[in-house]
């Protein structure tokens, strides 16, 4: 089973590209590490203070799934709360 969760990320007070890189990237690196899931930037890259994430997770049970990806959104909030989190949507396949 796949399941993908999408988030839309608000980088408040971001002022170029290269800030808004250095913001997401550690955000991405840890999310990977922690929960051995995948996590990329999907969407919004000219953006500046915005930006779509897409992190995925496979494993034989959907349930499972969905329990890690929503720890992903809590992990996010509770580590960096400066970065709001617009909107979020699980999609599992």
């Given at each position: 089973?796949?399941?993908?969760?999408?988030?839309?990320?608000?980088?408040?007070?971001?002022?170029?590209?290269?800030?808004?890189?250095?913001?997401?990237?550690?955000i991405l690196?840890?999310?990977?590490?922690?929960?051995?899931v995948s996590?990329?930037?999907?969407?919004?890259?000219?953006?500046?203070?915005?930006?779509?994430?897409?992190?995925?997770?496979?494993?034989?049970?959907?349930?499972?799934?969905?329990?890690?990806?929503?720890?992903?959104?809590?992990?996010?909030?509770?580590?960096?709360?400066?970065?709001?989190?617009?909107?979020?949507?699980?999609?599992?396949?």
């Amino acid at each position: 089973m796949l399941t993908l969760l999408t988030i839309k990320l608000y980088l408040n007070g971001c002022a170029s590209l290269k800030e808004k890189r250095s913001r997401l990237q550690p955000i991405l690196i840890r999310v990977r590490k922690e929960f051995n899931v995948s996590a990329s930037e999907i969407g919004l890259q000219d953006v500046w203070q915005s930006a779509w994430v897409g992190i995925a997770c496979v494993s034989n049970d959907q349930t499972h799934n969905q329990q890690v990806l929503k720890n992903v959104v809590e992990f996010i909030e509770s580590h960096w709360p400066d970065e709001q989190i617009l909107e979020s949507h699980l999609e599992s396949r």
